[in-house]
Nanobody
Framework: VQLQAFGGGLVQAGESLKLSCSTS????????VGWFRQAPGKEREFVGA????????YSSDSVKGRFTISRSNAKNTVYLQMNVLKPEDTAVYYC????????????????WGQGTLVTVSS
């Protein structure tokens, strides 16, 4: 499964941005999908994940209440809606797939897409 995250850009603090993650070729409907981010000089950080069906989601404390993860299996796309963005949200955002349930662990994911850069100015 070749993943691609897109939709990043430059926004001001307090604004919103919606990222998408889709594939070329095979479907993502058979996988849980997670979002991670990596800021310059920092380790990759778990942002959130959504189950295969889209019924269950899980977000990190740092984004809970601001970011929402959803998916459309019909469109073969997973979304990350980011609201009330802060400068500390600046990072490259990645999506990845897994069949495991330890969603917050990067090592659980077997397939990573190319990231998209989100820059939040103050």
């Amino acid at each position: 499964v070749q993943l691609q995250a897109f939709g990043g850009g430059l926004v001001q603090a307090g604004e919103s941005l919606k990222l998408s993650c889709s594939t070329s070729g095979r479907t993502v409907s058979g996988y849980h999908v997670g979002w991670f981010r990596q800021a310059p000089g920092k380790e990759r950080e778990f942002v959130g994940a959504v189950s295969r069906s889209g019924v269950s989601t899980y977000s990190s404390d740092s984004v809970k209440g601001r970011f929402t993860i959803s998916r459309s299996n019909a469109k073969n796309t997973v979304y990350l809606q980011m609201n009330v963005l802060k400068p500390e949200d600046t990072a490259v955002y990645y999506c990845a797939t897994t069949v495991r349930t330890d969603w917050n662990r990067a090592m659980a994911y077997h397939n990573w897409g190319q990231g998209t850069l989100v820059t939040v100015s103050s």
